[in-house]
C-alpha cells in the first residue's frame, strides 16, 4: 500500500483562500489604482538576489540578516537568499538598468511574497506580502516624503481603513547619527545591568535597536536615555521640521515617536510607521522613510531615496477586524437544465451570458430541477436560468430571481440585459 501521508503547509507559511483571495486582490488593485495617480509604475522584482545584497544594505547585524534571512548555497556555491524585503531589490535594479538616467524622479512600486524566518504569531508570517513603493532621484525635499505618506494614507483609508496612527522621527544622517550612536552606547552601558539579554547585546551590535524593545522592565530605563532630536545636526533639524510643516500643509495627523527607529541599517533622516488598531502586539501596517546613502553603498551614482512596505497580510487583518472584510462573490446566475436537448442550450446561454460580463455556474451532470434549484440557492446565485424541454421548444428561458423566487419568461437574446441589472 502506497503511504496516505498527509502533508501541511511548512510553519509559518500559509494558503489565502477564496473568498479572502478576490479581498487581497481588490486591495492590490486599489494600492495600484492609488500608486497610478501619484505617477507611480510598478516593477516586478525576482524572489531571488544575491545574500550579499542585503548583508550590504539591510545590514549584517540586523535580525533580518543574521537570523532570519533564508539562505542557501547554488549550485555553483555562490549564496542566494529569498528576499527578505525589496527595496535592497529596487535599488539594485536602478542601478543595473541605469534609472538614474530617466527625466524626474524614479518612482516604482512593487507588491509580493517576502521570507523571513520569525516566530509565526498572528500578524506574523514566515512568507508575508508586502506593497511598496520607492522614490529615487536628486532631490531630498521633504515635500516628497510627505507624499510619499500621504499616498500611504490614501490607499489604506480608500480600502476602508480607519483608527490608524502615523508616528514619525528623524534618525539624523552619517554625520550626525555615529555622534548619537556613541553617546546612546555610553549610556546603555551605564544602565546594562536593567536591560535584557537581547539589548544587552545589541549594546555593541546595534544599539538604535534598544529603543525598540517592547519589554515591560525596560520601558523606564529607555525613557531616560538620550533622545536623537536633541542630537541632530542642523540640516537634520531643519530636515524634519520642514518634514512635519509638509505634513501639516496636507492636513495629515500625526505623532512624533524618538523611539522609532526602524530595524534597517540603511534607513536615514525620516522614518515613520503606521500602526493600525485589532491587530494586538504586530499592530504596525507599514514602515518607511529615507535612504539617501543606499544607491552609492550599492555602487550606484549619489542618489537620494525614500519609500515605504506596507504588510498587506496585517492591512487585511485590520480590515477585517474591522469587518470590512471580503464579501462572498456574486453568482449572477445559476443554469438549471434538465433532458438531453436543453444542454446545448444551456453551454449556448452560459457563453453569451459571460461574454456579457455575468458570472455564470453550469452543471454539467443532469439534475432534477428541484435539486438544481436548491444548489441555485446555496451557491447565493441572484438569478436561475431554468431550461426544460418547453424552453427548448420556445426559444424562451424561465427566469427565477432567488431573491424572492418570482418568475418571468425572457427571450434567450434578451437574456443578459435583464441579468445585468
Ligand atoms: P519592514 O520591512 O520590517 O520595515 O516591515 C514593513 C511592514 O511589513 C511591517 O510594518 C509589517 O506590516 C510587515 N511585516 C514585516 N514582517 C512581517 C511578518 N513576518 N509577517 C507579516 N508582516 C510583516
Not at 103 to 124: A, I, N, S, T
Not at 226 to 253: G, N, S, T
Not at 269 to 297: H, K, M, W
Not at 334 to 351: D, E, K, L
Amino acid at each position: 500500500m502506497t503511504d496516505a501521508r498527509k502533508f501541511q503547509s511548512v510553519p509559518g507559511v500559509r494558503d489565502i483562500l477564496p473568498p479572502e483571495s478576490a479581498f487581497w486582490n481588490h486591495v492590490e488593485q486599489t494600492a495600484g489604482d492609488v500608486f497610478a495617480t501619484y505617477q507611480f509604475s510598478e516593477i516586478r522584482l525576482p524572489i531571488l538576489e544575491q545574500t550579499e545584497l542585503f548583508a550590504r544594505s539591510v545590514g549584517a547585524s540586523t535580525d533580518i540578516v543574521g537570523k532570519e534571512m533564508y539562505s542557501f548555497a547554488d549550485r555553483d556555491e555562490s549564496s542566494i537568499s529569498l528576499r527578505p524585503e525589496a527595496t535592497a531589490s529596487v535599488v539594485r535594479a536602478y542601478i543595473e538598468h541605469g534609472m538614474h538616467t530617466q527625466p524626474g524622479d524614479v518612482k516604482l512600486y512593487y507588491m509580493g511574497p517576502m521570507f523571513r524566518r520569525e516566530r509565526p504569531q498572528k500578524g506574523r508570517y514566515r512568507q508575508f506580502y508586502q506593497i511598496g513603493a520607492e522614490v529615487l532621484g536628486q532631490s531630498d525635499h521633504p515635500g516628497i516624503d510627505a507624499d510619499v505618506i500621504e499616498m500611504v494614507l490614501v490607499f489604506i483609508e480608500r480600502c476602508g481603513l480607519v483608527g490608524h496612527t502615523l508616528c514619525i522621527n528623524s534618525i539624523g544622517c552619517k554625520d550626525c547619527r555615529p555622534k548619537y550612536v556613541e553617546l546612546l552606547r555610553a549610556a546603555l552601558t551605564k544602565v546594562k545591568d536593567r536591560l535584557g539579554p537581547d539589548s544587552q547585546r545589541r549594546i555593541e551590535t546595534n544599539p538604535l535597536r534598544v529603543l525598540d524593545s517592547k519589554l515591560e522592565a525596560e520601558q523606564t530605563v529607555i525613557e531616560t536615555l538620550p533622545r536623537i532630536a536633541d542630537h541632530l545636526c542642523d540640516a537634520c533639524r531643519e530636515h524634519f521640521k520642514m518634514l512635519q510643516a509638509m505634513l501639516f500643509m496636507r492636513q495629515i495627523a500625526y505623532e512624533v515617536n524618538w523611539r522609532l527607529v526602524r530595524g534597517l541599517d540603511y534607513y536615514m533622516r525620516t522614518t515613520f510607521e503606521i500602526t493600525a488598531p485589532g491587530l494586538g502586539s504586530q499592530n504596525a501596517v507599514c514602515g518607511g522613510g529615507r535612504y539617501d546613502g543606499l544607491v552609492e553603498l550599492l555602487g550606484g551614482p549619489p542618489t537620494k531615496g525614500i519609500g515605504f512596505a506596507l504588510g498587506t497580510d496585517r492591512l487585511i487583518l485590520a480590515l477585517e477586524e474591522a469587518g470590512k472584510g471580503a464579501a462572498a462573490p456574486q453568482l449572477d446566475a445559476f443554469i438549471a437544465w434538465m433532458g438531453a436537448a436543453a444542454y446545448p442550450m444551456a453551454v449556448r446561454i452560459a457563453r453569451a451570458l459571460r461574454d456579457a460580463g455575468c458570472s455564470v455556474e453550469l452543471p454539467h451532470e443532469e439534475m432534477k430541477f428541484k435539486k438544481s434549484l436548491s444548489l441555485a440557492a446555496r451557491l447565493n446565485a441572484r438569478f436561475a436560468v431554468i431550461l426544460g424541454d418547453n424552453e427548448v421548444a420556445s426559444g424562451v428561458a424561465t427566469v427565477k430571481r432567488m431573491a424572492d423566487a418570482t418568475q418571468q419568461s425572457v427571450a434567450e437574446r434578451e437574456l443578459a440585459k435583464i441579468l445585468r441589472k
